[in-house]
């Protein structure tokens, strides 16, 4: 527990670089205040264990909400374990923007969501269909993140955030899946990691 609290801390210090202490210049906050679409897709590194899209709309001056679909193929689970998780993610999302600069924002978030799996595991180096479980649960999650520009006209930017997850298991086709369904690379992983690009409208 204390390895993942001092992770937790470094990791946040990271990847809150951005904002802080930094002048804000007018031209800078009406961008950043502007209402509109956002456009994110995960960076491609983690294409090897999944794909997530998320949608937002910038409404107010603090907030934003979007939506989200994750499609967890999990191959890299796969490669270190003898167990495989696959299934998707749909989570709505809120974020309130805490810090504003002109290199980028800081924010906190909170989200909630749904999922499925299918659980199998691996029998002679295959991973068995007559081995699998599936089931279905319940996402509540919440962290802090930033967003760093990439452009001049702020419409194109990286993604970061840190924060916590629980996933409650509501539905399973037999028997409870092993512990492994809540490690850093599976789907139900209670750190939650991920780094974004995003595109403004």
Known sequence: ??????????TLLLFTRGAYGIEIKENSL???NRKGFTLY???????????????????????TYLVSLTNHYNNIN???????????????EYQHALNKGKHGE???????G???????????????????????YYIF???????????????VFIQSNLGFKIC???????????ETFKTVISPGSVIEININFGFRF
């Open 1 to 10: 527990m204390k390895q993942t609290f001092t992770l937790f801390v470094l």
């Open 114 to 136: 749904i999922g499925n799996y299918v659980f199998k595991e691996k029998s002679n180096f295959i991973f068995s269909s007559s081995n699998e479980v599936s089931g279905s």
């Open 78 to 92: 796969g490669l270190f374990t003898k167990v495989k998780y696959t299934g998707l993610q749909f989570c709505i």
């Open 106 to 112: 800081i924010f906190v978030y909170g989200k909630t």
């Open 30 to 32: 009406d961008t950043l």
């Open 141 to 155: 999650g919440g962290g802090i993140g930033d967003e760093l520009f990439l452009n001049k006209s702020k419409t």
């Open 41 to 63: 897709i995960n960076q491609p590194i983690g294409f090897i264990n999944k794909v997530r899209i998320k949608t937002g709309y910038k409404s107010e001056k603090n907030s």
């Open 168 to 178: 409650d298991i509501y539905k399973l086709s037999t028997e409870k899946p092993e």
